[in-house]
T-cell receptor
Framework: DGGITQSPKYLFRKEGQNVTLSCEQN?????MYWYRQDPGQGLRLIYY???????QKGDIAEGYSVSREKKESFPLTVTSAQKNPTAFYLC?????????????FGNGTRLTVT | AQSVTQLGSHVSVSEGALVLLRCNYS??????LFWYVQYPNQGLQLLLK??????LVKGINGFEAEFKKSETSFHLTKPSAHMSDAAEYFC?????????????FGSGTRLQVQP
């Protein structure tokens, strides 16, 4: 079955360490996205990519970095510069055939930094 | 700029009662609107979307939403709530003609269904 795989499901890190969250899709979608979810705040866009080797900052990109070397992969690195990294991170993709293409989501990675 | 406001962070209904989750949007150009559902510790699943074809949109699991331009609203309804409808619901918007092809989400409404 096609879908989006995020790994790991739970991740624990010490403050000051960089950590990379994996996102892989086999839907042959062009566009991929990273959102951060905090209780009561909905989803906020971190980064998105519409094509391989290109990506744009979202609303809260500070302290994060991404790469898009392959169409199916869009890893997110949470750097030590991110002041409040503990959150639920969701990866999504869309066919990007138009503005009305729905997003397909992975099951998320819950990151806890202590 | 586009934005979404979901009125009521928590809604509680009895099983079999009407479900009404409110969403108001702001967009300077014609919007595309979506409702997603999220079960605990999972990603989001598309319920339905409005893309200007019809103002009343039917989705999965018996949900529907009506686009009202005059009220800038896209409220989600279901005639009869089921226990399995308990989840968090998100309204989202994007707009044609904008350079950014990414959804803007509301803050979510958690639906509780009482037996």
């Amino acid at each position: 079955d096609g879908g989006i795989t995020q790994s790991p499901k739970y991740l624990f890190r010490k403050e000051g360490q960089n950590v990379t969250l994996s996102c892989e899709q086999n839907l042959n979608h062009d566009a991929m996205y990273w959102y951060r979810q905090d209780p009561g705040q909905g989803l906020r866009l971190i980064y998105y990519s519409q094509i391989v080797n290109d990506f744009q900052k979202g609303d809260i990109a500070e302290g994060y970095s991404v790469s898009r070397e392959k169409k199916e992969s869009f890893p997110l690195t949470v750097t030590s510069a991110q002041k409040n990294p503990t959150a639920f991170y969701l990866c999504a993709s869309s066919s990007d055939r138009g503005q009305n293409s729905p997003l397909h989501f992975g099951n998320g990675t819950r990151l806890t930094v202590t | 700029a586009q934005s979404v406001t979901q009125l009521g962070s928590h809604v509680s209904v009895s099983e079999g009662a009407l479900v009404l989750l409110r969403c108001n949007y702001s967009s300077s150009v014609p919007p595309y609107l979506f409702w997603y559902v999220q079960y605990p510790n999972q990603g989001l699943q598309l319920l339905l979307k409005y893309t200007s074809a019809a103002t009343l949109v039917k989705g999965i699991n018996g949900f529907e939403a009506e686009f009202k331009k005059s009220e800038t609203s896209f409220h989600l309804t279901k005639p009869s709530a089921h226990m399995s409808d308990a989840a968090e619901y998100f309204c989202a918007v994007t707009s044609s003609g904008t350079g950014r092809r990414a959804l803007t989400f509301g803050s979510g409404t958690r639906l509780q269904v009482q037996p």
